[in-house]
């Protein structure tokens, strides 16, 4: 069985507050909703901390189709994360890869799943990609 989870960040200000939020489809279950935020923080952090936390969410090795409206988050594992490693963590301009703790957090709770990873386009009437969005700026809302 693979699980369905659409995740979104958001930021009111960059930095600023930014909140995250996904959406866990798990067969025959009720829509799962998790939320959080930070008060100073970016949207890419928001981002790779919304598919960070819906992994989490999975105690046992799961497949998943992971769904984003983040092409940083998508391009960051399927493109760039391997030369970062080999090149010690920097970019191909030798620049150090920015928020190296979130993908450090990201690739570990990679190792633990099959995830399958699909962009979504943002706003453009998703119901769970439009949901993880609401959730991303409950936190934004209440500070």
Known sequence: MTNNVYTDGACSG???VGGWGAVILI???DPIEIH?????????QMELKAVIEALKYFENSSSINLFTDSKYVKNGIQLWIQNWKINGWKTSNKKLVKNKNLWLELDEQLSKHKVNWYWVKGHSGDKFNEKADELARKFIKKN
């Open 14 to 16: 960059n930095p600023g």
């Open 27 to 29: 067969e025959n279950q």
């Open 36 to 44: 959080g935020g930070k008060l100073n923080t970016t949207n890419n």
